[in-house]
């Protein structure tokens, strides 16, 4: 195969990763940040007020969450090189979605608590574990640039997160529910959807992905297993 050839299809394979596989990551990791910070949506809307919070007991319901995250972290990766990253990612999506419902109907500081650090000990493991799976798809010189694609979501979860948190919060009485709940109810189902999803979107290496030409497949597993 002549460098000619070599360099269109190192073109080709890296651009339909870059359109197939980042921004379903990029979206799963927006959730994934959404979910996360929804207490700070929920708090002065109405959740602090109904649930009798205190300022030192809303900090703490914030910050319990990192203690299962971190705790969980190391596992959650180990795991994710044993069942491959795809059923692991959207495992974790799922887990972290339901978790994420059931804040609609916590009625009771201890709930709070348990929920949230519910809540880390599910989502723990994904950030590195998307990172790692898009890092297994490209060869070292393109990875900056993917992962620098994949990091958009953070600030597009800012931009775009806050108005949406708000537009939920403002669907006052849907449901039968307050703002703050309804809020909780929107963020978590598309978490448990994409995870779901994912099963079906997401591939756990280039060799069984369907969209690659066979000369893309080849080019990609030789770069990567020389790497490796």
Known sequence: MSQQTMTAVEKSAISKISWRLVPF???MFFINFLDRTAISFAGPNGMTQDLGLTGVQFGLASGIFFIGY???????NLALHKFGARRWLAR??????IVSLLFTWVSSVEGLYTLRLLLGIAEAGFFPGA??????????????KILSLFYLAQPLTVVFGAPLAAGLIEQHGLFGLDGWRVM???????AILI???ALFWLVDSPRQAKWLTAEEKTWLTNELEAEH
């Open 25 to 27: 990551v990029a979206l």
């Open 131 to 144: 990172i790692l799976y898009l890092s297994m798809w490209v060869p070292g010189r393109h990875r900056s």
């Open 184 to 190: 909780f109810l929107g963020v978590s189902v598309p």
């Open 70 to 76: 971190i705790l969980l972290e190391v596992p959650s």
């Open 195 to 197: 995870g779901i999803a």
């Open 92 to 97: 974790i999506m799922i887990s972290w979605g």
